[in-house]
């Protein structure tokens, strides 16, 4: 069961991922964007669903489909190497650093932001 839910969450992600990509490349939304859009908003979504999980007792293989299928599928942390290395190829080494701490706080904000929305339960 887990193996078929992380499988599926895969596919689901990695489409998901081109899809976001497609829509904005119609918008001409430079690449480092994007690649830090889709981390930021999975950053909260895995944080959310961690929190969920330390609140509910949710199935292994639900956590794992989302958490290491969908979400994991989803981000992209080879493409945001591959940027840092072309921004340093071209002696863009500033943006290269503004984009390299910018996604690392961002992504830990983020995951907080989402896990404190998960354990939040009403009284």
């Given at each position: ?54 609140v ?64 939040f339960?009403?009284v």
């Amino acid at each position: 069961m887990t193996l078929l839910a992380v499988g599926a969450g895969g596919i689901a992600g990695a489409v998901l991922r081109y899809s976001i990509a497609y829509l904005l490349d119609t918008h001409e939304v430079i690449a480092p964007l994007k690649t830090l859009l889709v981390n930021v908003i999975g950053s909260f979504l895995l944080g959310y669903l961690q929190g969920l999980a330390s609140v509910h007792k949710l199935p292994r293989w639900l956590v794992l489909g989302f958490g290491t299928g969908l979400i994991g599928s989803f981000t992209t942390f080879s493409t945001l190497s591959l940027e840092l290395v072309q921004y340093a190829l071209i002696d863009e080494l500033l943006r290269a650093l503004i984009y390299l701490l910018s996604s690392f706080w961002l992504g830990l904000l983020f995951v907080y932001a989402g896990y404190q929305a998960g354990k939040f339960k009403k009284v």
